[in-house]
């Protein structure tokens, strides 16, 4: 099992321009969420998924799409990029019924 | 206040230290808590759910005191290999709030 995946690990953005964070995972976990971390802040949920066709807001919504067309995959749509998105942001899956959060490797993006 | 509040460190100390870290949280009817580990530019990784009688997994010990709403983690004989941040992580309302973390340090 690969677990929980995430492309890109890097990017670089222009303020303004648009781009989709890919998130994949194997194990047939339920429900689906993307972090946002920064320093000083912990993480911070943006948008989260309890199951395909479901998606509802976190903490920090705001300039972030989301869907969940399959089980498997939750990608994350930044609309127009500003430099209060860089950060490193985190997909996430957990099994129904636990709380145990199996993390993505990150991905790191800059907005300048 | 915030919801989750951690010491952010960092904790310096020599291998085979015992060390201690609290957490404090806001919200009273939270039920579930735990510890996450993150080790430099990685991702958390769940170290252990803490419970209500308190929880021991080798070196490392959970406790949860709902009076005074905190929970501690408790390293014995630390390693280098234990050098990290500690995430302390609340459930509040069926979801995560995380802390911003501890750092510790171990050196030789």
């Known amino acids: 099992n690969a677990g929980v995946t995430q492309t890109p690990k890097f990017q670089v953005l222009k303020t303004g321009q648009s781009m989709t964070l890919q998130c994949a995972q194997d194990m047939n976990h339920e429900y689906m969420s993307w972090y946002r971390q920064d320093p000083g802040m912990g993480l911070r949920l943006i948008h989260y998924?309890?199951?395909?066709?479901?998606?509802d807001q976190g903490e920090v919504p705001n300039g972030y799409n989301v869907s969940r067309s399959t089980t498997e995959d939750f990608p994350l749509r930044l609309l127009s990029a500003a430099p209060s998105q860089t950060s490193v942001y985190f997909c996430?899956?957990?099994?129904?019924?636990?709380?145990?959060?199996?993390f993505g490797p990150g991905t790191r993006l800059t907005v300048t | 206040r915030k919801e989750v509040e951690q010491d952010p460190g960092p904790f310096n100390v020599p291998e085979g230290a015992t060390v201690a870290f609290n957490c404090t949280y806001s919200n009273s009817a939270s039920q579930s808590f735990f510890w996450y580990r993150q080790d430099c530019r990685k991702e958390p990784k769940l170290l252990m759910s803490v419970y209500s009688s308190g929880n021991e997994d080798g070196r490392f010990t959970a406790q949860l005191n709902r009076a005074s709403q905190y929970i501690s983690l408790l390293i014995r004989d630390s390693k280098l290999s234990d050098s990290a941040t500690y995430l302390c992580?609340?459930?509040?309302?069926?979801?995560?709030?995380f802390g911003t973390g501890t750092r510790l340090q171990v050196f030789p």
């Open positions: 996430a899956s957990t099994q129904a019924g636990s709380y145990e959060q199996y």
């Open positions: 992580v609340v459930e509040n309302t069926d979801k995560l709030i």
């Open positions: 998924s309890v199951g395909a066709g479901i998606t």
